[in-house]
């Protein structure tokens, strides 16, 4: 026989659950989010040196053609340096994450 303190209960342990399933999935969403930012940004960066690798010896140029490719993407260039036949190129992207920024890195290499 049920106790009249427990009436209820149940609908409280349910909304409960209800509660921690939405705080879950929003977290999902957000890791997804953060994982497809962070390869789209590798992607960014990668296209960056390879294209700035085409303007090498020419250090200055090679680094003004990355800067290039990564505003196309949306993303900043944040280092690039190089030499005759090499050039690093980093990268940077900035999403939020309930209001929060979240800050995101890349960095590729490419030469002859």
């Not at 303190?5 to 909304?15: K, L, P």
């Not at 705080?23 to 930012?37: E, K, P, Q, Y």
């Not at 960066?45 to 053609?65: F, G, N």
Request: charge should be positive; charged fraction near 15%; hydrophobic fraction near 50%.
């Amino acid at each position: 026989m049920k106790q009249l303190g427990e009436r209820g209960s149940a609908t409280v342990a349910i909304a409960g659950l209800i509660f921690a399933l939405i705080i879950l999935f929003s977290l999902t969403v957000a890791a997804v989010g953060i994982l497809i930012n962070k390869h789209k940004l590798n992607s960014a960066t990668d296209l960056a040196a390879l294209s700035a690798a085409i303007r090498l010896p020419m250090v200055e140029m090679a680094c003004q053609q990355a800067k290039s490719e990564l505003n196309k993407s949306g993303f900043t260039l944040t280092y690039c340096d190089g030499s005759d036949d090499w050039i690093t190129v980093g990268g940077k992207a900035e999403i939020r994450l309930f209001t929060r920024p979240i800050p995101l890195f890349a960095q590729a290499t490419a030469g002859w």
